[in-house]
């Protein structure tokens, strides 16, 4: 099935049908941050088995399950992303992108199905496109220069022990470059960089390590979760966080969950919301 059809809202109650379109749209983000308070979500599909990423079968890195991706999922992704200021994503996914190997994070022009969520972002007067902002040690990737098409930006946040040349190499490609750490980048340090550069509604479509960098320093607000009921197996795989214990762990309250039949040829998946405990 694709990205029509309804959900069933279980959470908060009552439990009532609603359509899949506009579920996320209708959370209205923008509401909740500013540049002097911005606000940070992130959003993942992982499998009942807690696989967000298996190798890919042609050999080339690791790459969302294709057993658990789907195109209503999909569509979620696009309603949260066309809500942001700027979206952060990895090196790994820049080096994808410059090689033509995945699709653009914000696919919503190429679309008729999506035209309601071209709507929404043009009804607000924002640009075409979110920025792009990414956290990165090594620096090596290059920016892909439709990247840089529409006006848009691409902010890479580094450590002062960076190479200085990759760094000027990135400047030159058309990047503004900062750096938020000395060894790694701090999570605080990268969303005060953003915030300073006038982004107020910051969305996370990164992996497990940058996910884990932002949850040491408590900064993430919100992480959109779904579960698609399948249990994929597998000894090499990525999970939902990468990295170090995070303390006591970090709680995260349920904020609104949806059953989706309409998935996985009936399997479905789980919708869910999570607000960081204040
Ligand atoms: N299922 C899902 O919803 C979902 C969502 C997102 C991603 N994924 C998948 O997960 C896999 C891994 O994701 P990914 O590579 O995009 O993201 P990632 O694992 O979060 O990012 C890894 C890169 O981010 C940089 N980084 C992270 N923390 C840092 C820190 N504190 N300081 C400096 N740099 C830091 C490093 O870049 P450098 O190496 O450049 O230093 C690192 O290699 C991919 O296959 C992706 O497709 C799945």
């Known amino acids: 099935m694709t990205s029509g059809g309804s959900v069933l809202a279980l959470y908060p109650p009552p439990a009532q049908e609603r359509p899949l379109a506009g579920l996320y749209l209708d959370h209205d983000v923008r509401r909740l941050g500013h540049a002097r308070a911005p606000f940070v979500y992130t ?10 990423a298996l190798p890919r079968p042609s050999g080339n890195g690791m790459g969302v399950p294709r057993s658990i991706a789907n195109p209503r999922d ?5 309603e949260l992303a066309v809500q942001a200021d700027v979206i952060v ?15 653009e994070l914000v696919e919503v022009y ?15 007067g ?14 090596d990737f290059p920016i892909a220069p439709r990247l840089l098409s529409d006006g848009r930006r691409v902010i890479v946040a580094t450590t002062a022990a960076a190479d200085p040349v ?3 190499a990135l400047e030159e490609a058309g990047a503004e470059v900062f750096l938020a750490g000395e060894e790694d980048v701090a999570g605080s340090r990268f969303i005060d960089g953003l915030a300073g550069r ?6 996370s479509a990164a992996g497990p390590r940058v996910h884990h960098t932002l949850l040491a320093d408590g900064v993430i607000d919100r992480l959109y979760l779904t579960t698609a009921n399948r249990l994929l197996g597998g000894e090499v795989y990525d999970p939902l966080v990468s990295g170090s214990l995070l303390g006591g762990g970090v709680s995260m309250t349920p904020a609104s969950l949806c059953l989706d039949l309409g998935a996985l040829d009936g399997a479905g998946q789980l919708l869910a919301m999570y607000e960081r405990d204040t």
């Open 43 to 52: 959003n993942f599909i992982v499998s009942l088995d807690g696989r967000i």
């Open 74 to 78: 999909w569509r979620l992704f696009q």
């Open 89 to 103: 994503t990895s090196s790994g996914h820049l080096r994808e992108t410059a090689a033509g190997r995945v699709r």
């Open 110 to 124: 190429d679309k008729a199905e999506f035209r309601d969520i071209t709507d929404w972002r043009g009804e607000r």
């Open 126 to 139: 924002l640009s075409p496109y979110p920025d792009y902002a990414v956290m990165s040690r090594d620096l």
């Open 166 to 168: 990759r760094m000027r």
């Open 198 to 203: 006038g982004y107020g509604i910051i969305y």
